[in-house]
């Protein structure tokens, strides 16, 4: 049995230059270009709006990893200035009230990265914490004296009997590991260490830590202080069998003299990201009433400090929002939201009234166009984001007076002997109902509209998720190998309100197969597209509705299904979310509707499939686990449909593009294995 490894060297991309010297530098996006993509992201506009401080990622190709470093722009003249960016990872810069010190986590001095502040009039820094982990969730008092954040604490875990009295030098295997937490492994985390998430109190000038929540509960969401510093607010869960509840949160008073806890609320559903009005009378945050459905909009809502009079502020709003920020004035609320795929700020005023003020965020990854972003905003209403486009990863703009202005350009020098693919809408009606479902089509360069080209659908995942205008190191790289590339927001994705999301609501896949199905014969229909080279491909969700496609049908030339899940009955036994999956995208457990959860796996199909299926997934993948992926590359096998396993050595589901080495391998394996049956899809349409 043979299993394709991606190797680290980008010297086995296809398609690798030969031997004879190049006239000149490529004008095509190749993978060697992911190392000298830079973006930007969580960018920190000071009180008085004069500088953004945001966290500025390039790739590294000697390590092969993502370096963050912390900038500051200059609101007005645009002029950068590294702040703290020599040796380590840099990241989560916070201003202190006044807006003259900085704090931020660095790894600079080695080791766990630690707790750090600046003075900015003078550059001074000093070093708070020497932990041995990571601190989070940065936030100061409001008087600048004491800095929250949070820190994992160890317990020592279960124990089940012991082993024999270990003898002087002996060279003995390791002890038995015993797991009984509920949640005992994370994608990206791998398996977690027993113990708990707690919220700690240092002075900005340095000294010993003081922990003020304790007890078997996680209080890692984000905090927020009152205005007189005596209580801090956060989310979490601390109910009996809170571990079981993979959704409900509510807000939390947390005494910062003594550490008592109060609820403030109490209803079956989140309720998350408190923060505290300017002048402490209100406690704005978001969350929903839980119906138990695969989708629900995530909705504003303020109550008075003491938990009282909670209502709805975006009720109007068929979006989810999120990152609730309080304007200076205490009489509006900043939230950010996503519509048709774009992502956006919004200020909603007490009375529910719903103004876009910002659009054109951008952050929500490299690899695929996934909506996102990120914003801050200054006492003035001036708002610093992250903004990106179809040709560029996020930068840092700044709205003003109702003016937009790009502050940075960190991708000018790479792309201005670059010619990209250029992006266009497609407009597509579902075959099944007639809905509208939002596409674009992705071109070579250099695009010939006379002629007809090979075609890949390329699928999100989720499938609560979208899509939109944004940069994609995936589409690009396809692109330039010569592919027309489609991406589309079928039904069930998110952006579009929540009656389309939940159109797949215990029905997923089923008719975003029609949808998909749709896009493709409106590619077909524009002209520049061959019938006979169809090729799809999709991760996580999307890997999903890949498998499901070519187990409905044949028209495809070859797929590649990325990190899919297969059998839905052994995912919700294996992954990470366990205790999700079950309760909200089926309704029942694996035992209790057995034929359900076959009848929506792709695995139920696989008896149909011709179309050579290729399989990729992150060797440390725990949100789709490496068993699902697995089963299908046996499965194809035992039929003996051609394909091949890729395994991502190290990734995780949400990193498997992370290295931008393997990301550009795992792109440049996909192309190769549609490449290959390319040629042959060629030579059955000449009739050979």
């Known amino acids: 049995m043979r299993c394709l490894m991606i190797a680290a060297s980008l010297l086995a991309l296809a398609g690798a230059a030969s031997a004879a010297p190049a006239d000149g530098p490529s004008r095509k996006f190749e993978g060697r270009d992911l190392f000298s993509l830079e973006w930007a992201s969580d960018p920190q506009i000071s009180p008085n709006g004069r500088l953004v401080a945001y966290v500025r990622t390039a790739n590294d190709v000697m390590t092969d990893r993502a370096r963050r470093a912390i900038w500051l722009v200059d609101a007005d003249t645009g002029a950068q200035t590294p702040l703290v960016a020599g040796a380590g990872s840099h990241a989560s810069p916070r201003w202190s009230p006044d807006g003259k010190r900085l704090a931020y986590v660095s790894s600079a001095e080695g080791g766990a990265p630690q707790l750090f502040v600046r003075w900015m009039a003078d550059g001074s820094t000093a070093r708070l914490t020497g932990l041995p982990d990571s601190p989070g969730q940065i936030t100061w008092s409001p008087d600048g004296k004491t800095i929250a954040y949070t820190l994992f604490e160890p317990s020592e875990g279960a124990k089940l009997g012991s082993a024999p009295a ?89 005494s910062v003299a003594d550490g008592s806890v109060t609820a403030l609320t109490s209803r079956a559903g989140p309720d998350n990201d408190p923060t505290v009005s300017p ?100 006492n003035d209403g001036a708002i610093a984001f992250t903004s990106g486009s179809a040709y560029r990863p996020s930068d840092i703009s700044l709205m003003k007076a109702g003016k937009a202005r790009r502050l940075t ?38 695009f010939d509209p006379a002629k007809k080209y090979p075609l890949i659908l ?126 909200y995208w089926f309704g029942k457990l694996p035992w209790e509707d057995p034929q359900g959860y076959w009848a929506r796996s792709p695995l139920s199909l696989v008896g149909n499939v011709k179309t050579p299926t290729l399989v990729v997934v992150g060797a440390e993948d725990y949100r789709t686990p490496v068993s699902e992926a697995e089963q299908y590359y046996q499965a194809l096998q035992l039929r003996h449909v051609p394909t091949a396993l890729v395994k991502v050595p190290g990734a ?18 996909i192309l190769a294995w549609f490449d290959r049956y390319r040629a042959k899809a060629q030579g059955k349409a000449a009739g050979q």
Not at 295 to 312: E, F, S
Not at 412 to 438: H, I, Q, Y
């Open 409 to 446: 350009q960190l991708n000018e020098n790479l792309f201005a002997d670059k010619t990209l693919g250029e992006v266009r809408p497609l407009k597509v009606a579902s075959s099944f109902d007639g809905k509208p479902v939002d596409s674009w089509l992705v071109l070579p360069p250099n």
């Open 458 to 583: 390329e699928i999100h995942g989720g499938p609560f998720q979208s899509y939109g205008p944004s940069f994609a190191t995936d589409m690009q790289l396809y692109a330039a190998a010569g592919y027309v590339v489609l991406y589309t927001n079928p039904r069930g994705s998110t952006s579009y309100g929540e009656e389309f999301a939940n159109l797949i609501h215990h029905a997923y896949p089923g008719h975003d197969y029609d949808d998909l199905m749709s896009a493709v014969d409106a590619a077909i229909a524009t002209g520049s597209v061959n019938p006979d080279e169809l090729f799809v491909t999709g991760g996580s969700g999307g890997g999903v509705l890949t498998a499901w496609i070519v187990g409905k049908t044949d028209r495809f030339a070859a797929a590649a299904t990325q990190k899919p899940v297969i059998n839905w009955s052994s995912m919700t036994l294996t992954a990470d979310s366990y205790t999700y999956f079950a309760k």
């Open 166 to 254: 270990k003898p002087e030098g002996a060279n003995w295997a390791a002890p038995l590991q015993v797991i009984d937490q509920v949640s005992y492994r994370a994608d990206g985390a791998g398996y977690l260490k027993p113990g708990y998430t707690h919220i700690y109190l240092i002075s900005a000038d340095g000294g010993a830590a003081r922990q003020v929540t304790f007890g078997a509960y996680d209080d890692g969401a984000q905090v927020s202080w009152t205005p007189d510093g005596k209580f801090l607010l956060l989310s979490g869960n601390r109910a009996e069998g809170w571990e079981r509840e993979p959704v409900n949160t509510e807000v939390y008073q947390v």
């Open 279 to 378: 002048d402490g009378r209100l406690v704005a945050y978001v969350g929903f009433d839980d119906r138990y459905l695969g989708y629900q909009n995530t909705r504003l809502y303020v109550m008075d400090r003491d938990g009282k009079n909670p209502r709805v502020l975006t009720g109007s709003l068929d979006r989810s929002v999120g990152s609730p920020q309080w304007a200076a004035d205490g009489k509006s609320i900043y939230v950010q939201y996503v519509d048709h795929g774009a992502a956006k700020v919004a200020r909603v005023s007490l009375d529910g009234r719903i103004q876009t003020v910002a659009e054109g965020l951008a952050g929500g990854g490299l690899d695929r166009p996934y909506s996102g972003g990120e914003f801050s905003v200054a």
């Open 652 to 669: 995780g589901h949400g990193g498997i593009a992370a290295r931008p080495s393997q990301s550009a391998a795992k792109a440049s394996a």
